[in-house]
C-alpha cells in the first residue's frame, strides 16, 4: 500500500517562524574578494604544512578540543577552562545567547553591527533592543547605557565594530560592566589584530564580561571555522553546556597550534593591510568618496542612491564589495575589505572608474574630503 501523502509540515517556534533569511552573497572564484572581511591572501605556510600532512586515518577519529584549548589559553595568558573553542565567532554568538536570553531578557545592540547577533537572538525569546550609532557612526556610549535596565541580560558590542570599524574605548567598556552587573557583556574582537587593543586583561576583575576572537580574519583561516569565547570559569561551565563538544573539527585544531606559532606571518600580514589602509583612506579622499575612520580591515564609504549599481559596478570590474545599505542608518553605504597595498591600489581605480562612469557626483553627496 501506498504511503499517504501528509499535506501539513510542523511548525518551527513562533519566533523562528518571524525571522528573515539571511542569504550571504556568493562569491565569483576570479573576483578579488573584498566583501566579507577575510585574509585576502592565504593562512601561514606553517598551517599549509600541518594540513598536507593530515592522514585519512586521523579524520576517522572525533575531535579533541581541549588539548588545544589549553595551547591557546596559555597563548592568551587565561586559564585553559577560561576557553572554550567554537565553530567561529558565529557559533560563539549562538551559544552563548543560548545559555542567557531567556524570555523577557534583553539584548542591547548598538547597530548598526554584526548581523548575526540579531539573527541569533531572534531565534531566542529574548527583545532586541537597538541602539542606534552617532549620527557619524561613533560608539553610542551614553545611549547604551541610557537603555540599560534590570531585564537587560546581554551587551554586545564588536569591538572594532562592522560595518564601521569604530570602536569603544576600554574605559567605556569598563563602565557598561559596571552600570549592568547582571548582564554579560560581550565584546566581540574579531578585528582585535588590526586594532591592537584588547580587554582580556580584564577577565578577573569584570565577572560579566565575555570576550570572542576568530580565527577567520587575521589569521586566514575562515574556512577551517574556528573562533572562541574567553570568561570567568564560572561563565565558562554554563556556556560549555550548550557547546557541543565536537563543533571544531579535528582538521581545524590540528592546524591551531601552527597558526599561533607563525607570529612572523600574522604580524606582516597586520603590517600590510595596516599600510594598505592607510593607502587607500588617501586615495579615497582624492577621489572624493566620504568614508568613516576604520580600525578593523576595511573601510565603510558613501556612495549614495546609486549604491546598487556602483556595487555592480565593481562586482564586474572583479572586486566584489558589500553593499551595506539595509543596516541601520547606512543608506546608500558600502563596506569595503581591505587587503595588500596591491589589491587596493587596484580597488582604488576600479572605484573611480565606476565614481566617474556612474557620474556618482561624490563631492555633492555631503561635501566632505574633498
Ligand atoms: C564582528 C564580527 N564578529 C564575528 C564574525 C564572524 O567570525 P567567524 O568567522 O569566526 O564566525 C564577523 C565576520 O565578519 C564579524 O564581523
Redesign the pocket.
Known amino acids: 500500500m501506498a504511503e499517504p501523502v501528509i499535506a501539513v509540515s510542523p511548525a518551527p517556534r513562533a519566533r523562528v517562524r518571524a525571522m528573515k533569511e539571511y542569504h550571504p552573497p556568493l562569491g565569483s572564484r576570479d573576483a578579488m574578494r573584498l566583501d566579507?572581511?577575510e585574509n585576502t591572501v592565504a593562512c601561514s605556510p606553517a598551517v599549509s604544512r600541518v594540513l598536507a600532512q593530515i592522514s585519512a586515518g586521523a579524520l576517522t577519529r572525533y575531535p579533541e578540543r581541549e588539548p588545544v584549548e589549553a595551547i591557546i589559553a596559555a597563548h592568551l595568558g587565561v586559564e585553559a577552562a577560561q576557553v572554550a573553542l567554537t565553530n567561529?565567532?558565529?557559533?560563539?554568538?549562538h551559544v552563548l545567547f543560548q545559555a542567557f536570553l531567556d524570555a523577557g531578557d534583553e539584548l542591547l545592540l548598538p547597530v548598526p553591527?554584526?548581523t548575526?547577533y540579531e539573527v541569533y537572538a531572534s531565534a531566542t525569546d529574548a527583545k532586541i533592543v537597538a541602539v542606534q550609532a552617532t549620527n557619524d557612526f561613533e560608539f553610542p556610549f551614553e545611549r547604551l547605557l541610557a537603555a540599560i535596565t534590570p531585564r537587560t541580560k546581554i551587551i554586545a558590542i564588536?569591538n572594532p565594530?562592522?560595518p564601521v570599524g569604530s570602536i569603544a574605548t576600554r574605559e567605556q567598556i569598563v563602565e557598561i560592566a559596571r552600570r549592568a552587573p547582571q548582564a554579560i557583556i560581550l565584546v566581540?574582537e574579531?578585528?582585535f589584530h588590526f586594532y591592537g587593543k584588547t580587554v582580556l586583561d580584564l577577565l578577573g576583575t569584570l565577572p560579566n564580561l565575555v570576550v570572542?576572537r576568530?580565527?577567520?580574519?587575521a589569521y586566514g583561516l575562515?574556512g577551517l571555522?574556528?573562533?572562541l569565547l574567553a570568561s570567568s570559569l564560572e561563565n565558562m561551565r554554563w556556556i560549555r553546556r550548550v557547546l557541543s563538544p565536537y563543533s571544531v573539527n579535528s582538521v581545524a585544531l590540528a592546524c591551531l597550534p601552527a597558526a599561533l606559532e607563525d607570529t612572523a606571518y600574522l604580524d606582516n600580514y597586520i603590517a600590510e593591510v595596516l599600510a594598505a589602509r592607510a593607502k587607500f583612506e588617501s586615495a579615497l579622499d582624492k577621489i572624493g568618496i566620504r568614508r568613516w575612520p576604520s580600525r578593523a580591515n576595511f573601510v565603510l564609504v558613501e556612495i549614495g542612491p546609486r549604491h546598487g549599481e556602483f556595487v555592480r559596478h565593481m562586482n564586474a570590474a572583479g572586486v566584489l564589495v558589500r553593499d551595506r545599505s539595509s543596516d541601520p542608518g547606512c543608506d546608500g553605504c558600502v563596506r569595503i575589505t581591505v587587503g595588500t597595498r596591491e589589491q587596493m591600489r587596484r580597488a582604488a581605480e576600479v572605484i573611480e572608474e565606476a565614481a566617474s562612469t556612474l557620474d556618482l557626483n561624490v563631492r555633492k553627496i555631503r561635501g566632505i574630503n574633498a
Not at 567561529?88 to 554568538?93: L, P
Open positions: 566579507f572581511n567561529g565567532v558565529d557559533e560563539a554568538i553591527t554584526y548575526m564588536a565594530n562592522s566581540d574579531a578585528y570572542a576568530t580565527f577567520s580574519k575562515a571555522r574556528v573562533g
